[in-house]
Structures are given as structure tokens and as C-alpha cells.
């Protein structure tokens, strides 16, 4: 384990960005957010981003290649460049888990190569979260804040920052950083874990199980009565998809401007009217239907599919964000049995 004080961030910083690309989250006016580190740029101390790292390796949009036609001759041009290494810093405990949800979809074959080409490239330095808000439920997921998955796993304290490789990855990184940092025990992070979990003992949500879901769930709630009630409100702007660290859904489209055809993707939502839509029409006609496809996505689906590991983390976003305060802490509470 190495640390290095709290005043000297800044060269941390700039140690790692003269290797790679640093991002970290930084204030905004609409909240904290994943950007480039540059001299002057400081560390946010908000507990979560807005929207999450997930944007690093499954962009929002993104251009998957181009083809040209000349009667009928088709060529397909490749148009990815290889991708910068780069760090991301101050991923936390919830967010470092949805990757490992994203990886079971894009790294099973067939792999999706344009993910894996990112994550192949990014190294991933976690923080611990000294200060969980109300919002926070990853402990119902079995994640714990006080000491997240990453490949540098980072604890903060009043006077230092506390790094542990947990990869080789990191491994290699941090000891690229061995003369601006110094070798430590691992004490005080001891006593920061303990204070942080004693913390999180006192959340609003921190009885909150998920022992009423899993596999072998789909008969038990799919016809439930209770996606009536709960989906009634829902607008279906498809918020809480967009702000979710482990959603993955997207849509293919092309582009044609007449000289050659454009393929991208970009992001789409299981709450849109549209989504999955085919020539023979939608096979989700009601809010209802897609409300529940969301959440039993979540909770059930997913879980079935992937030995048990859930497609929540519990970062809260999503409760922070919808306009109609639904979201899956009140579903699991309704469905479950503990409304």
C-alpha cells in the first residue's frame, strides 16, 4: 500500500496525466461530472456523478464504421481508431460493480469488440465512500463502499490519499508513481472502513434486502397486480435508463447523406414507446409493460441469466432523478412485501 498527503494531489495527478489521459469528477453547474484533468482542475468531493463512468466504455453515441456502395459493390471501412490509454479516478464502490455487470453483456461471445477495445485500454481507481447519502443502498447488492472492486482501490483521509493495487494493471501504474508516493500499512485505512460502514449502518435504506428476488422469480411476479399501481405515474422520459450505471440497451441506425452510409449507435430505453418496435408493431403496447420489463430486468432477468449478480448496484440515481420519484427502492418494497 502507498499513500501520498493530501496537498500534494495535484502531482498525483499530474504524475498519472503525463502517462495517460486522467479523468476524475469535477464541479459543474449541473452537477459533478467525469472530465479531463489539466492544471487548475480540482477534485469534486460529491459522492456520485451525475451520470456515471459507464459513458467511457458504452458512449452515449458512437460511430461503429461506414460503408460505400457502387451498384452492387459494398465496401465496409472500418473506421475505429485505437483508443487512448487512460485513468479514470474516483470511481466509487457501486459504479466500479456495474462494469462487471456491462462486461457479462459485452465480453460474452460474441465479445463486443468496441468495448473491450476500451476497457482493455482504461485502468479504473476507485474511491471509498467516506460519506454515504441517503440515497445510497449497494449494501442491498453486496457491494461495499467502505472497500470497492478497481484496479487502484484509493482511500481518502484528512491528511492523505491511500492507494492499493488490486490488478496488474494498477499494479504497474502505481508503481510508476513510486517516487512521489511513500510505502505505508494499511492502519489508518483500517480505521476509515470502520467508520465509513458504521456510517452506512445508519441509511434510510440500510435494511433494504433483495431476498425476495433473484432466479427463478419470473413466474412469481411478471403477472403481479402490483405493476399497475406502481407504473401509473411513469412518463416514460426514460431518466432513470439514462442516469443508470448498468443499463446497456441501444439502437443501430445509418445515416445516409448520399455518397455513403454512416452506422452508429447510441443509447436507447426500455420505458420508450418505441423500443425493440418491428415491422410487425411493438411488442410492449402499455406503459405497463415496459415498466415492468425495466425493473424485472433488474431484479429478475438478469439475475437468472448471470449466477445471481443483479443488474441494480444501488447508487441512487435513479432516485435522485425521476420526476415522479418512482424507482426500484419503491418496487422492491411494493413487490416484496415491505411497501
Known amino acids: 500500500m502507498r499513500k501520498i498527503a ?4 495535484n502531482d498525483l495527478f499530474a504524475a498519472i496525466a503525463a502517462q495517460q489521459s486522467l479523468y476524475l469528477p469535477v464541479d459543474t453547474a449541473a452537477g459533478a461530472k467525469f472530465e479531463q484533468w489539466s492544471d487548475g482542475v480540482q477534485l469534486s468531493d460529491a459522492l456520485n456523478t451525475v451520470r456515471s463512468p459507464k459513458d467511457f466504455f458504452f458512449p ?4 461503429l464504421m461506414k ?5 452492387k459493390k459494398i465496401e465496409i ?3 475505429r481508431d485505437e483508443h487512448e490509454d487512460f485513468v479514470i479516478f474516483g470511481v466509487r464502490a457501486c459504479d466500479v460493480r456495474a462494469f462487471a455487470v456491462l462486461d457479462n453483456v459485452f465480453l460474452s461471445d460474441p465479445v463486443d469488440t468496441y468495448y473491450k477495445n476500451r476497457r482493455d485500454h482504461g485502468v479504473i481507481m476507485s474511491m471509498a465512500c467516506n460519506k454515504p447519502v441517503e440515497t445510497c443502498f449497494c449494501g442491498t447488492f453486496d457491494i461495499d463502499a467502505a472497500d470497492p472492486e478497481g484496479d487502484i482501490v484509493c482511500h481518502k483521509t484528512d491528511d492523505a490519499l491511500y492507494l492499493d493495487a488490486k490488478t496488474d494493471k494498477g499494479a504497474a501504474l ?6 512521489i508516493t511513500e510505502d505505508c500499512d494499511n492502519s489508518a485505512v483500517e480505521a476509515q472502513k470502520s467508520l465509513i460502514k458504521e456510517r452506512l449502518s445508519k441509511l434510510p435504506l440500510a435494511t433494504l434486502t433483495k431476498d425476495a428476488f433473484g432466479e427463478d422469480k419470473t413466474q412469481k411476479y411478471f403477472d403481479a397486480p402490483e405493476w399497475k399501481e406502481l407504473s401509473e405515474a411513469c412518463l416514460g422520459c426514460g431518466t432513470c435508463t439514462f442516469v443508470c450505471p ?10 445516409d447523406n448520399g455518397r455513403e452510409v454512416l452506422r452508429y449507435r447510441c443509447w436507447d430505453s426500455c420505458m420508450y414507446s418505441e423500443f425493440t418496435k418491428m415491422s410487425a408493431g ?6 405497463v409493460e415496459r415498466f415492468r420489463q425495466r425493473f424485472m430486468h433488474k431484479l429478475v432477468y438478469y439475475p437468472e441469466r448471470y449466477g445471481g449478480l443483479f443488474s441494480c448496484v444501488g447508487c441512487g440515481r ?3 432523478k425521476c420526476p415522479i420519484r418512482m424507482n426500484i427502492v419503491k418496487v422492491m418494497k411494493k413487490l416484496g412485501g415491505n411497501d
Not at 441501444?250 to 445515416?255: A, E, F, Q, S
Open 6 to 9: 493530501i496537498t500534494k494531489l
Open 60 to 63: 452515449q453515441s458512437e460511430d
Open 67 to 71: 460503408f460505400k456502395t457502387e451498384g
Open 77 to 79: 471501412i472500418d473506421i
Open 174 to 179: 502505481l508503481e510508476s508513481l513510486s517516487a
Open 246 to 255: 448498468t443499463c446497456q440497451c441501444y439502437d443501430i441506425r445509418d445515416l
Open 282 to 287: 411493438q411488442p410492449r403496447l402499455t406503459q
Open 318 to 320: 435513479c432516485l435522485a
